[in-house]
């Protein structure tokens, strides 16, 4: 029952009378040329970013040699097996993004936007690769992404929004799971809930907009930004509504707790990996945080790994950050195996997937954003190479390149001055 | 140099002023006799054509104030000459202090002129709330201990601060979430059942043991071990209500190998089952805990158990110290409603299988253990029952329209208009036709209202409003919450737009124990204290560091502020003074004898101890050090901005950051000298390595040492060098040591003074003061100095400014702006 004074509620009443006609009204968002463009010459269908928070230790990462005769670094060693199913990208990294650890959020967005208030700087990003793939990958999944992470440290982001807003990884296998594949024990009272919650919704917009008229002009600016994030609420419950009675996929049930990093690593990489096959989402970003929980290598513990990454060249030290990157790239190693060995149609979904791997940090001891570490993996991409770039060559030529290849219509992203087809596609 | 960056500039301005009008001719006349020739003469042969040191040339500096940008270049100059930066000290021909004061004092005259003359013009005054304040505010409103902000993504922090309404933002993310948190908030805030307060002793068979606990009569034991399997709970226990629960354990822990064996271990010792002896210890002195892990019971009602050898994911509800001799052990868990806990012993020595052995005709594990006898649980505490929602929406003989009225009346913290209340009215209607239910539809409204912009924002929305407006601003500056009845009265009469009244509520506010909110919240973000913790100090270096030392660390600065300012005493012992708040733990850790149990007291120093101030306290100095070494760096910084007011810039992006290399074994102090060698690095260095010098005789912890260890290396062995702390800062002074540091800082008082004051304008308005506001502020300690700045006195008087009164700005006063502006 609605009020005549609730314009609101005829407003809502309009919006299921569209969901009632369309089967999947966040549609709408999508731009449908770049969706209706078909996969043309490529069989990657999905994009997984990963993103390594203090960086990859650069004498330890980048291989001897450049093209198809490169010899593989001590770091890319548990990745001998996948040799030609990699390429390591070197001189290529963000020009026009500084400022150390502010700078490594960058690493997906090749966007910096310093801004200085007062004596603060505030850094400012806007939208990501995987972010701006997502609407169109993921048009028919349950989730338009996946933000995922090895531990529950909330660390950088490496996932954007249009608006600029960062999307933190979710690092407990606990909650990725559930939300993955445990259905909903009562998805009536979930549709109900949904609907309360618009009603509420609907009263606080309208009741915003009364506010909005009794503050200065100044003050409508910040309300506008609170009204645009009631409207994108309602768009994500559209999207929601359209899933909730769905069944979700079912998967072998596993251990879902880990003590170390690298054990909840593996444990998100199979979720991630899960995620994938059951084709709940076609954009993935997945971070590793400096941190969050223990770090055991061949059993001895590492107690403080931001200060190992500031090593001052002691060969002890450096030890021990080589060793727990290395840590990090056997379980990635055995993601990739485990893609590879998973088939997906005629393939196989290593085959059918575009992976990115690197950091917004260079050299992670003196806080360097030049030269990071970058390394390709999967379907769509020319492989078993070490591509050595001119000096300064923007990450964004290689996103291009990506995006072509995953059959998106787009010739430049954020400061791109060309792209990597000769290179690598 | 304290200059902003170019691209940066134009946003500064636009957030400390507004653009000016038209500037008068008399301020060009006064520039033209004043500042170009005091410019010409010491200043271009550095700044000009030819140098253009720090990156700033003074012949391209346009003198027109009346553009933002421009007016906050004058005003890094005016800075740089009143710290004593600049002209140089070693400067040829240095200009008298005559020429130097009538240079600043027309600067200063100017730029009050032209900033008076603009402040009226509209900037934006709506803030959201600061998740602490959110919670407050649920707590204040309903009653309950219900936190509107979990799994918030947190705001960034701007000049330390996370209450800044720049940069408190709504996304998406943030609304879906606070509507799941306000829909919560709504359930228990009007709750269906009745009084849901309790107490109950869980022993014998109620106590719930892991299977791998020994069952010794009274008492059960368990050993160090992360697994539930060796851990007690209440049986059958889960929170009916969320809030704070007061629980009590009856227990020790001890080794009990010395009683088994007065006479010394036997050979060989005693095996566990999986056949290993039991050979380590841990020191009899050192603090042994037990945590209290906190997890949501399954929908049997029974405790998860975990998969496997892990433990159930839980979380760390409280902990407490535990001894060798039974006791009763209180904390105070918050819990949520379906939650149940269970005990940890966290630091014995990790063990599965405990050898056993007969001993007095009982078969007895050995080793490290705890002995627990019984848990008892009370509560929710801290809850004012019938709560105050409750109350409210039963009111007999009020119509639902009055009902709600008087609950958004509370939520709103302003009268609700008409239209407003068809909104609310509409969605209760809805929902009691849906479930004729009337508590459900009061709860409908409470979750609308919790997601409003009316609930989540602070505004002013003109004159006739003012005393509302005032009202909020007071109670979140001073409670960080909602006002109280007496508040909403007074907002009301209208009465709170006159500043001896606002000036009485103030102090009434701070004498409320809800003030300690203010000081926490205004403590750990000015001090960032909160920063304490997340790099936590490496346990090989330092022993001594575990979390109730932790706690203790984070604890002192705050109760130091709220002594200052409950004694209303003078800023100056935020630099020295001669007591400090401390519990025994952190006694301890200072060397400080006499001082016993946890309660935090005011204890009175020995003569020369340097825990007296702020800069001695370990929570500053541990907050500044990265858990592993110190950085004179980051302590000089720390206390350039924190005390004296002056900002670095970040090095500048052309500059090659140095790469730390510690194998050529250079001191810190060899490196900086190294490093201060190049010019660009120079500038800003020479301001900042003295003050963090002075400070290297505290570790990383804040312990005092008086030698560094230099870490051994594959060609030389491990060795001591003594710690050099002096220094010299750019004009001229020189530092010895710690104490002289204190010195020179006690003689910068007003500096110190004025930065703040600063930080809390900033943290009372959530904004930056606008040029004019700086003006305000320097009148209102210049009225403070002759009483030293005591601190309460500063923050009723902030309290009773026109920019927080949001009325106009009495005209100026200073002679030089009557003499410019006629």
């Known amino acids: 029952m609605s009020s005549p004074l609730s314009p609101a509620f005829a407003r809502r009443t309009f919006l299921k009378g569209i969901g009632a006609t369309i089967a999947l009204p966040f549609l709408e968002s999508v731009p449908l040329a770049a969706a209706a463009r078909p996969l043309i010459g490529t069989s990657a269908k999905r994009l997984l970013c990963f993103g390594v928070t203090l960086g990859m230790h650069p004498e330890s990462w980048v291989p001897s040699g450049t093209g198809n005769d490169f010899k593989l670094s001590p770091l890319l060693s548990p990745l001998a097996d996948l040799r030609d199913q990699i390429s390591v990208v070197s001189n290529i990294d963000h020009p026009s993004v500084s400022g150390g650890h502010k700078g490594a959020p960058a690493f997906l967005s090749g966007t910096y936007l310093p801004e200085r208030i007062g004596e603060s700087i505030v850094i400012n990003n806007s939208i990501t690769l995987d972010q701006k793939v997502a609407p169109i990958l993921s048009r028919d999944c349950r989730f338009e992404s996946l933000q995922l992470s090895a531990t529950t440290k909330p660390g950088d982001a490496f996932s954007w929004n249009q608006k600029g807003i960062p999307m933190h990884g979710d690092g407990s296998p606990e909650s990725v799971f559930k939300k993955l594949f445990v259905n909903d024990a009562d998805p009536a009272a979930t549709e109900r809930r949904i609907q309360v919650g618009q009603s509420v919704l609907d009263a606080v917009l309208e009741d915003s907009a009364l506010l909005a008229r009794q503050v200065s002009r100044a003050d409508q600016d910040r309300l506008d930004q609170y009204m645009t994030s009631i409207r994108d609420v309602e768009m994500q419950i559209e999207r929601q509504r359209a899933w909730v009675s769905k069944e979700k996929p079912s998967v072998k049930r596993m251990a879902l707790t880990a003590p170390t990093y690298h054990a909840n690593l593996q444990l998100m990489m199979e979720l991630a990996a899960l995620a994938v096959q059951t084709d709940s989402t076609r954009t993935l970003s997945f971070s590793l945080p400096g941190g969050g929980l223990p770090i055991d290598v061949d059993g001895i513990r590492v107690n403080d790994y931001h200060g190992q990454s500031h090593h001052g060249k002691d060969p002890k030290v450096v030890a021990e950050l080589v060793a727990i990157e290395l840590a990090h790239m056997k379980v990635f190693g055995k993601f990739l195996q485990r893609l590879r060995d998973t088939s997906d149609g005629d393939s196989n979904l290593l085959e059918t997937s575009q992976i990115l791997f690197g950091s917004g940090l260079g050299n992670g001891s003196s806080h360097s954003n030049r030269n990071l570490p970058i390394l390709l993996a999967g379907g769509g991409l020319r492989h078993g190479q070490h591509i050595a770039c001119p000096e300064g060559t923007p990450l964004t030529n290689l996103f291009v390149t990506m995006m072509q290849r995953l059959g998106i219509d787009e010739d430049s992203f954020a400061g791109s001055t060309g792209n990597l087809n000769n290179e690598i596609a | 140099m304290a200059r902003v960056p170019l691209p940066f500039a134009a946003r500064v301005a636009a957030l400390a002023c507004a653009p000016f009008a038209p500037a008068s001719t008399d301020i060009a006349q006064a520039f033209a006799d004043n500042i170009d020739p005091f410019v010409t003469a010491n200043c271009v042969k550095c700044h000009g054509d030819e140098k253009q040191k720090g990156d700033f040339r003074f012949d391209e500096l346009s003198r027109d104030l009346n553009d933002p940008a421009t007016a906050i270049y004058w005003m890094d100059v005016l800075d740089i000459v009143e710290i004593g930066d600049m002209p140089p000290e070693d400067a040829k021909d240095r200009p008298s202090n005559e020429a130097l004061s009538a240079f600043t004092n027309t600067i200063r005259g100017a730029l009050r002129a032209v900033a008076a003359a603009h402040n009226k013009l509209e900037r934006p005054e709506i803030r959201r709330l600061s998740h602490s304040a959110m919670d407050h505010t649920v707590q204040d409103l309903t009653g309950v201990a219900l936190p509107l902000s979990t799994d918030l993504p947190p705001d960034p922090l701007v000049a330390g601060f996370d209450n800044i309404a720049e940069t408190m933002t709504i996304s998406q993310e943030v609304m879906a979430q606070l509507q799941k948190n306000a829909h919560r908030v709504a359930q228990f805030a009007l709750p269906a059942d009745q009084n849901p307060t309790f107490a109950k002793t869980f022993a014998d068979k109620d106590l719930g043991v892991g299977k791998a606990v020994f069952n010794l009569g009274d008492f059960r034991a368990a050993f160090s071990n992360k697994n539930l399997s060796h851990a007690f709970y209440p049986a059958d226990f889960a929170a009916p209500f969320p809030g704070y629960y007061d629980v009590e354990v009856l227990g020790f822990a001890m080794d009990n190998r010395e009683i088994i064996y007065p006479n010394g271990l036997p050979d060989p010792l005693p095996l566990a089952r999986d056949k290993r002896p039991l050979r380590k210890r841990i020191p009899a002195n050192k603090p042994r805990y037990v945590q209290i892990r906190a997890l949501a019971v399954l929908p049997d009602g029974s405790i998860p158990q975990g998969s496997g050898a892990a433990p159930p994911p839980a979380r760390t509800a409280g902990e407490f110290q535990i001894a ?311 302590r000089g910084i720390w206390v350039l901005e924190n005390i004296l007011g002056g900002h670095v810039s970040p090095p500048p992006a052309d500059v090659k950051p140095l790469e730390p290399d510690v194998r050529g074994a250079l001191s810190i102090r060899e490196m900086l000298e190294k490093h201060r060698t190049v010019e660009t690095c120079s500038d800003c260095h020479k301001k900042i390595d003295p003050l963090g010098f002075a400070l290297e005789n505290f570790d990383p912890i804040g312990s005092w040492r008086d030698s560094y260890v230099v870490r051994k290396t594959e060609d030389r062995p491990a060795s001591r060098s003594p710690i050099d702390a002096s220094g010299q800062l750019p004009d001229g002074t020189e530092i010895d040591d710690f104490a002289s540091l204190q010195q020179v800082l006690l003689a910068k008082c007003d500096r110190f003074a004025a930065t703040l004051t600063d930080k809390l304008f900033v943290h009372a308005m959530g904004r930056l003061p606008t040029i004019h506001e700086k003006h305000v502020l320097e009148d209102l300690l210049a009225a403070a100095a002759p009483q030293d700045y005591r601190l309460a006195d500063l923050v009723v008087a902030l309290c009773q400014s026109p920019a927080f009164l949001n009325a106009e700005a009495s005209a100026p006063t200073d002679p030089v702006i009557a003499a410019i502006s006629r």
């Open chain 2, 324 to 634: 060798p001799k039974a006791e009763i052990h209180r904390q105070r868990v918050w819990l949520d409603a379906g939650e149940t806990f269970y005990l940890q012993y966290g630091s014995g020595i990790r063990q599965n299988n405990a050898p056993i052995v007969e001993y007095k005709g009982k078969q007895v594990p050995i080793g490290e253990a705890i002995y627990v006898r019984a848990i008892g649980i009370a509560g929710p505490v801290q809850i004012q029952w019938p709560l105050p929602l409750v109350e409210l929406t039963q009111a007999p003989d009020a119509s639902p329209e009055e009902k709600i009225t008087a609950l958004l009346t509370r939520t709103f913290r302003r009268p609700v208009d008409a239209t407003t209340l068809s909104l609310y009215q509409a969605l209760f209607d809805e929902r009691y036709a849906q479930t004729n239910h009337e508590t459900a539809a009061y709860r409908q409204v409470l979750e609308a209202a919790l997601c409003s912009p009316r609930f989540l924002f602070n505004y002013d929305d003109g004159p006739a409003n003012q005393s509302w407006a005032t009202a909020c601003r007071l109670s979140y500056f001073l409670w960080n919450s909602m006002p109280d009845g007496e508040l909403f009265n007074l907002a009301a009469t209208g009465d709170l737009v006159d500043p001896s009244i606002v000036g009485q509520q103030a102090r009434r506010l701070l004498a409320d124990p809800r003030a300690q909110r203010f000081v926490e919240d205004f403590t750990g973000q000015w001090l960032n204290t909160r920063h304490v913790g997340k790099m936590v100090p490496d346990a090989k270096r330092f022993p001594t560091y575990d979390k109730n030392l932790e706690d203790a660390i984070k604890t002192e600065p705050g109760a130091f502020f709220g002594e200052v300012l409950r004694r209303n005493l003078s800023v100056s012992e935020f630099i020295e003074s001669d007591f400090a708040m401390l519990n025994e733990r952190l006694a301890d850790h200072y060397g400080i004898k006499g001082v016993s149990g946890s309660e935090f007291r005011s204890v009175k120093l020995p003569r020369k101890s340097p825990r007296g101030g702020i800069l001695g306290q370990a929570s500053v100095l541990t907050a500044t050090s990265d858990g592993t070494r110190t950085s004179p760096v980051i």
